[in-house]
């Protein structure tokens, strides 16, 4: 059954697949892409008169795997809606309940493991974030009691920022500017907050899992300005000045470097790995950290793509102590992609000048390069560049899905011959009890014609042999002219026998006597 149940979700997990690779997407300040249901479903606006093609609003980015067939997201929520498997769900020890959003508010019940609504995130920023609505726990109060709420997430509301603290083992959440602990069970199953001593506040923990409530925040780093993800353009590299870049980013350290090996690459699905072009991106450290790349080093393949940069930070806390810090930044290039493929062969193919479609094809089949369909290489692909760049590796789920349509023909075929099986022995048993009560009729249509077994009569299947004699009433006249006495003519007897089947039994019994009657005769007298 787990084979069974296995096959079908890598069967599914095709078909999805197979649906992401057909989604147009075009990468920009407001991403355009084909879809095959209404925009507003994806919280997009229609792209046109035919509204084939949906436009996220500026500021926003078409993450594919939100919704049912993808949706747009503030950019701002772009690194927390595509961070599938950081979530967690929040338990409460005494109650064994869990927290999960309804309306506008925060409840509890038993916990849920497919439910979306009881999956949380802890942000960079220290907040509570749900990963279904991308809204965040605030501390609000209602008339005479402070309940936990779901707000729009934004950094800078200190109503939405929460500590966790560690007591003997045990972990508290806590409001960051109000001191009020959250707490669970005074009003029904609403989650409220309260001043209270840690001994008495409720306890949280991850459910399900060993680690503390408090670990584990997903997020990166924002650039001057507030904005979330920088979007740079390769198109725009015709002339030296403009081919390469700097953007500061909101973080002072004293000394930081990149981690080209833990780079990152988004497309249709999740985060994967992406090997960086040496000198694509530089790091300058001078008190605030900044960002520099470079288009004329950068891979022409990564038009389209989301790229998560990570690097590392030190700082000296004390001559016998240095804090090492991860941190990230997202870059979005615009254009379609297309695939990773080889540089060198693709030196006639051209860009858009300033990285939009100018032919007003929405991106489907743009004939200045960043056009085309989502998920189609180029021409030039290659299975070593792919791996390379971090292409899609999809031999080993194609073999697993190989495996299971063979094992699922097995098992149709023994399905086949049990019911075809079943159905043989069906219809030979039908025909052995038809047979036998052919036999009974013919048993009984015998017995009835039997003048020595009636019908009526409940009689052994051994019959006796009974004598017939035939009656001797004959009269014989004999007329002779010299009157002589003449014998009779000898009788012959008939015996029938009536005998069923079985060996014959005869029982002693004296010999019949015959007793032959003396004839009688009438002399007619002449004249």
Known sequence: MSVILLCLTLVKSTIHKVYDNNVVIFRGEKDRFRSKIACNESKAMCFGESCIYCQCTEGQTFVRTRGYHGECVPNELLVY????????????????ICLYYEGNFVRGSTCSHGNRNYYWIWTNNGQLLNWESLKCMADDHHVTQYFVTMKKCDRNNVKQLWNCESHTSNHYIKQKTSDRYMYYGEYGAYVTTKHTDWSTARL??????????????VGCETFAGGSSIIILNKAKCEENSECSG????DLKKTRCSLLSNQSQYLHNETWKPLEMKNGSFELEVNIQVSLKWDFRKTPKSWAGLMVKLRFKCEETINPS??????????????????????????EEDSDDKDGEDEDNDSGDGDKNGNGGTDGQTNKNTTNVN???????????QTIIIIVCVLVALLLAGVVVFIAYKYRNRFFRSGKENAERQDEADQDNYATTM????????????????????????H??????????????????????????DGPMMVEDKAEPTIKHSSPKYHVLEGP
């Not at 804090?323 to 693709?346: I, L, N, P, R």
């Not at 792919?386 to 080993?396: F, L, P, S």
């Open 321 to 346: 102590y240095i804090a090492e810090t991860e941190h990230c930044v997202v870059v979005k290039y615009t254009g379609t992609f297309k695939g990773f493929y080889d540089e060198d062969d693709d």
């Open 450 to 473: 039997n003048p020595l077994h009636p019908v009526n009569e409940n009689l052994s299947s051994q019959r006796e042999c009974e004598l017939y004699e035939p009656a001797s009433d």
């Open 386 to 396: 792919q791996k390379k760049y971090g292409g899609d590796k999809d031999n080993t």
């Open 81 to 96: 809606a595509t961070s599938d498997g950081a979530y967690f769900r929040v338990e409460n020890n005494p109650h064994q």
């Open 475 to 500: 009269v014989y006249q004999y007329v002779d002219a010299d009157q002589k006495t003449v014998d009779p003519p000898s009788q012959n007897y008939m015996y029938d026998y009536a005998a069923v």
């Open 204 to 217: 949280w923990a991850r459910f399900g899992s060993t680690q503390d409530v408090c670990s584990q925040a």
């Open 246 to 249: 700097e953007k500061k980013i």
